[in-house]
C-alpha cells in the first residue's frame, strides 16, 4: 500500500514525502480513506502507530474546498493535555506545509487575547484541550456550529482525567451532521458508551490489540530491594549495563518521587531531566526540547506528564516504579519502539509489585522475562509483607487497602491521578483550565477530588464516637524527618 493509493491530495502527498515517509502505517492505511469519505471513525489505536497523521492528512485534504468565518472554525480535534495539542498543531504544520490554513490552538498557559484574535480570523482547524475550549465558548467568542470535523483523541486519557462529561457537552454543541472521529488506545466501556452515544454508524478500525504491546519492544524485568536507595542504585545499574542507549525515559509514579530521582541522577553525573505537573508550561516545554534534541540524556517523568508525547527516537524506557495501573505500562512502554523501531523497556520490580506484575502479564497477554532469575522470594506468599496497621485500622487507608487486595488500585501510589478521578464532574469555574496543569487542581478542587481528602470527612469503623486524640493531627519530629529526606536524596 502506498499513501498515493489513498486518495489524498497532491499537496498532501507531497508533504508527507517531504517527511520522508515511504509507506502508510496499519492505522493510516485503515483510516484514511474512510475519513475522506467523511465517515465516522473509532479507531483503537496505541501512540506511536502514526494516528496523528491518519486524521491530519486526510482532513488536510477535505479542507482544501472552503474556507472558515470568524469564529467558526471548520474543524475540531479535543486532546487531553497542552503538550498533545501542541504537537498536534505541529503536524499540522509539518504536513499543512503547502496549504495556507489557519490552525489556532486553544490551550492553558497561553493569553485568551492571542488565541481570540486567530478565532476571529476563523480558523479552519482550532486543537484545544476540553476546559480552555468551554471557556472561550462560555465567554461567547466561539461558535461551533460550523464543524464539519470533530476528532476526539485519546479518548481513554479524557476518560482518566475526568473530561468525559466536558466532552459530552462539546458534542451537543456541535452541528448533528458532523463527522466525527474517535481514537483511544484502550476501549473501556465508559469509552465505548460514549461512541455508541455520539459516533454514527462509525467504521470500527483497531490496528493493534487494545492494551498489546509492540513487537520491536524488548521487555525486561530486573528485582530490587524495595527501599528507595536501592531502587536508584538498581536504576544506575541498568542504566550503565544498557546497550545502545541513546536516551531514555524513566517512569514514577509519584511526582515527588520524579523530582527525588532526579536530583540523584544529576548528584550522580546523569545527564537528566524532570517532567512533572508541578512545572510551569514553559519549563515543560523547555525540558522537552532539550530531551528531543539530545541535550538532556534521560528524561524522569511521570505518567500524567508524559502520556502521549511524541519523542520519535526513545532507545530505552525504565519503569522506576512498576505502574498500579497495568495500562500504564502499556502506554509508558509505548514510548520506544514507535514507528517499528526497536525499543528497550526494562522495569524495576520490588517484591511488593508482584501483584501489579501479574496484571500487566494478564493484561498483555505474555510473560515478561527477567534479566536474572527471579527471585525465589518473589512467589513465597509467606514472605509477602504483612498488611499495614493502617489498613486494618480502616479510615482512607482501608479503602486503599482493599483495592491493592483486589489487584485494582493503590490510591497512594496514583498521586496524580488522585486529582481527576473517572467521571466526576468538577464544578465549571474550578475545570476552567484544569488541563493546563493536570497536577496542580485548583485548591478548590482539592478537597472534591482527592480521595484522600474525602476520606476525612468519613468515620469508618468506629461509629460515631471518635476518641479526640484520634482526631489531633499528627506531626511528624522535624529534625529527624529532614535528615531522613536528606539522606535519601543524598543516595
Ligand atoms: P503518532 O502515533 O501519531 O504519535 O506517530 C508516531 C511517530 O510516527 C511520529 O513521530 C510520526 O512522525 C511517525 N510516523 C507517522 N506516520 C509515519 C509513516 N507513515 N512512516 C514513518 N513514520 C511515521
Not at 103 to 112: D, K, N, R, T
Request: proline share 5%; charged share 30%.
Amino acid at each position: 500500500m502506498k499513501f498515493s493509493d489513498l486518495g489524498l491530495s497532491s499537496k498532501v502527498l507531497a508533504a508527507v514525502e517531504a517527511a520522508g515517509y515511504e509507506t502508510p502505517t496499519p492505522i493510516q492505511a485503515q483510516a484514511i480513506p474512510h475519513v475522506l469519505a467523511r465517515k465516522d471513525v473509532l479507531g483503537v489505536a496505541q501512540t506511536g502507530t502514526g494516528k496523528t497523521a491518519s486524521f491530519t492528512l486526510p482532513m488536510l485534504s477535505l479542507l482544501e474546498s472552503g474556507r472558515p468565518r470568524a469564529r467558526m472554525p471548520r474543524t475540531l480535534i479535543l486532546e487531553p493535555t497542552r503538550e498533545l495539542a501542541a504537537q498536534v498543531e505541529q503536524s499540522f504544520e509539518v504536513y499543512g506545509q503547502n496549504h495556507r490554513l489557519t490552525v489556532a490552538l486553544l490551550i492553558g498557559g497561553v493569553s485568551f487575547a492571542d488565541q481570540l484574535k486567530k478565532l476571529d480570523r476563523g480558523a479552519d482547524v482550532l486543537i484545544a484541550t476540553p476546559g480552555r475550549l468551554l471557556d472561550h465558548f462560555e465567554r461567547g467568542k466561539l461558535l461551533l456550529t460550523g464543524v464539519d470535523t470533530f476528532v476526539v483523541d485519546e479518548a481513554d486519557r479524557m476518560l482518566d482525567m475526568g473530561f468525559i462529561p466536558d466532552i459530552e457537552r462539546i458534542c451537543k454543541l456541535l452541528p448533528f451532521t458532523r463527522q466525527t472521529v474517535f481514537f483511544s488506545a484502550t476501549m473501556p466501556k465508559e469509552i465505548q458508551a460514549l461512541a455508541d452515544q455520539f459516533l454514527h454508524n462509525p467504521e470500527r478500525i483497531e490496528v493493534a490489540r487494545p492494551s498489546s504491546t509492540a513487537d520491536t519492544i524488548t521487555q525486561n524485568l530486573v528485582s530490587s530491594g524495595g527501599k528507595p536507595w536501592e531502587k536508584r542504585a538498581t536504576l544506575r545499574e541498568q542504566i550503565e549495563k544498557a546497550e545502545d542507549l541513546q536516551n531514555a525515559i524513566i517512569f514514577c509514579n509519584r511526582k515527588r518521587d520524579v523530582a527525588t530521582l532526579y536530583r540523584s541522577l544529576n548528584k550522580h553525573g546523569l545527564n537528566a531531566g524532570a517532567l512533572h505537573g508541578d512545572m510551569d508550561q514553559t519549563s515543560r516545554m523547555a525540558t522537552l526540547d532539550n530531551f528531543k534534541s539530545g541535550e538532556l540524556k534521560l528524561l524522569v517523568a511521570s505518567d500524567v506528564a508524559a502520556r502521549g508525547l511524541d519523542i520519535p527516537s526513545v532507545s530505552h524506557v525504565f519503569n522506576f516504579d512498576l505502574p498500579t495501573h497495568a495500562e500504564d505500562y502499556v502506554h509508558r512502554i509505548g514510548r520506544t519502539g514507535r514507528a517499528g523501531r526497536e525499543g528497550v523497556a526494562i522495569s524495576i520490580v520490588t517484591r511488593g509489585d508482584t501483584k501489579y506484575l501479574d496484571a500487566i502479564e494478564k493484561l498483555i497477554g505474555k510473560k515478561i522475562d527477567w534479566t536474572a532469575d527471579k527471585p525465589a522470594s518473589f512467589d513465597s506468599e509467606e514472605e509477602k509483607p504483612k498488611r499495614s496497621r493502617s489498613n486494618k485500622r480502616g479510615k482512607g487507608n482501608a479503602r486503599s487497602g482493599k483495592k491493592e487486595q483486589d489487584g485494582k488500585e493503590s490510591k497512594e501510589g496514583r498521586e496524580e491521578k488522585q486529582s481527576r478521578p473517572r467521571r466526576e464532574r468538577p464544578p465549571r469555574e474550578a475545570s476552567k483550565d484544569r488541563e493546563q496543569s493536570p497536577q496542580q487542581p485548583r485548591q478548590s478542587n482539592r478537597g472534591r477530588r482527592s480521595g484522600r481528602d474525602r476520606d476525612d470527612n468519613q468515620v469508618i469503623g468506629m461509629g460515631d464516637h471518635v476518641p479526640a486524640f484520634l482526631l489531633a493531627p499528627i506531626r511528624p519530629p522535624k529534625s529527624k524527618g529532614s535528615k531522613k529526606a536528606k539522606a535519601d536524596i543524598a543516595e
